[in-house]
């Protein structure tokens, strides 16, 4: 079956601008979470939607924000970005929330803000 | 918050030889994760421990759920060069409804042919 299919894969954008990156869940999976990479912070979470409904949010600024569609597709904007928003940011999808569900990454989008 | 601490940082071995990795946490965890992450891609899971004192293998890998809660390791036998990466351990954040992971920084492993 597919896996969780995040678009695009690379990104660059000037400072100041803004970005909407895209996560397909794996088919039936109705929770997305989305994670910012950085080589300094490591792995650290963003939000976490469920059936259309944020239940969890990360310590990110207000300029972080996203959405969950009705077939489970999410969404997430960076309004006004900095530089230190350059990063990998990964989305997962899973069944249910809770982890005994399955809790599959998708490759990520390479954002570069320059 | 909730802080998981891996080691060691790196690690640079022969293939064929034994890996063992560690992470530790000053809270306790009900779920310990590990993933591996290859370049360029998105973690992927390779053993889930759900239950302290619990030992569980994935072919050449076995990790332990410490049974203070509070730490686990993964073990890699026989190294190979496919073994390279950086490999996470995470847990689910406390708290009623939160179902964010805590990631480790990573153990990045080096396999020399």
């Known amino acids: 079956k597919a896996g969780v299919t995040q678009t695009p894969r690379y990104l660059i954008k000037t400072r100041g601008q803004q970005v909407t990156l895209s996560c397909s869940p794996i088919?039936?999976?109705?929770?997305v979470s989305w994670y910012q990479q950085t080589p300094g912070q490591g792995l650290q979470f963003l939000f976490e939607?469920?059936?259309?409904?944020?239940?969890n949010k990360g310590n990110f600024p207000g300029r972080f924000s996203g959405r969950q569609f009705s077939n489970s597709r999410s969404e997430m904007n960076v309004s006004t970005l900095e530089l230190g928003d350059s990063a990998l940011y990964l989305c997962a999808s899973s069944y249910n929330t809770g982890f005994s569900y399955g809790y599959t990454f998708g490759s990520g989008t390479r954002l570069t803000v320059v | 918050g909730q802080q998981l601490n891996q080691s060691p940082q790196s690690m640079f071995i022969q293939e064929g030889e034994d890996v063992s990795m560690n992470c530790t946490s000053s809270?306790?965890?009900?779920?310990w994760l590990w993933y591996k992450q290859d370049p360029g891609e998105g973690p992927v899971l390779l053993i889930a421990?759900?239950?302290?004192?619990e030992l569980t293998s994935n072919g050449r890998l076995t990790a332990q759920f410490g049974i203070t809660r509070k730490d686990s390791f993964l073990n890699i036998s026989a190294s190979i060069p496919s073994d390279v990466g950086i490999y996470f351990c995470?847990?689910?954040?406390?708290?009623?409804?939160?179902?964010?992971?805590?990631f480790g920084k990573g153990t990045k492993l080096s396999v020399i042919p």
């Open positions: 421990l759900y239950k302290a004192g």
């Open positions: 088919s039936g999976h109705r929770s």
């Open positions: 939607y469920f059936s259309e409904t944020q239940r």
């Open positions: 995470a847990g689910p954040n406390s708290g009623a409804g939160s179902y964010q992971l805590t």
């Open positions: 809270s306790i965890f009900n779920t």
